[in-house]
Nanobody, 115 residues
Framework: QVQLVESGGGLVQAGGSLRLSCAASGFIFSIYPMNWYRQAPGEQREWVAGIGTGGTTNYADSVKGRFTISRDNAKKTVYLQMNSLKCEDTAVYYC?????????WGQGTQVTVSS
């Protein structure tokens, strides 16, 4: 049974940093790309960053240069290091797995950036 559990969210001042974690279980973590998404109040969920099985990374323009996605296959965990946070980064952050044509999401972790 696939499980994705995000953690690490919280309240931070603009300019600050947070590191999110997504702990995975129930599947062979190392052979799947992983992605982070976020959803702000009243907005659609949007893609933030992705990491391939070989470590190739991609980022949305809005976070490029500030966020870093990484993975630890031994720990079955994907991370999102967020630096230079802005108020517009406030959202619930989710990790996502696509396996066999199905989307799997965690429960999300709230990130609130105050000015």
């Amino acid at each position: 049974q696939v499980q994705l559990v995000e953690s690490g969210g919280g309240l931070v001042q603009a300019g600050g940093s947070l590191r999110l974690s997504c702990a995975a279980s129930g599947f062979i973590f190392s052979i799947y790309p992983m992605n982070w998404y976020r959803q702000a109040p009243g907005e659609q969920r949007e893609w933030v960053a992705g990491i391939g099985t070989g470590g190739t990374t991609n980022y949305a323009d809005s976070v490029k240069g500030r966020f870093t996605i990484s993975r630890d296959n031994a720990k079955k965990t994907v991370y999102l290091q967020m630096n230079s946070l802005k108020c517009e980064d406030t959202a619930v952050y989710y990790c996502k797995l696509v396996r066999g044509g199905e989307n799997y999401w965690g429960q999300g972790t709230q990130v609130t950036v105050s000015s």
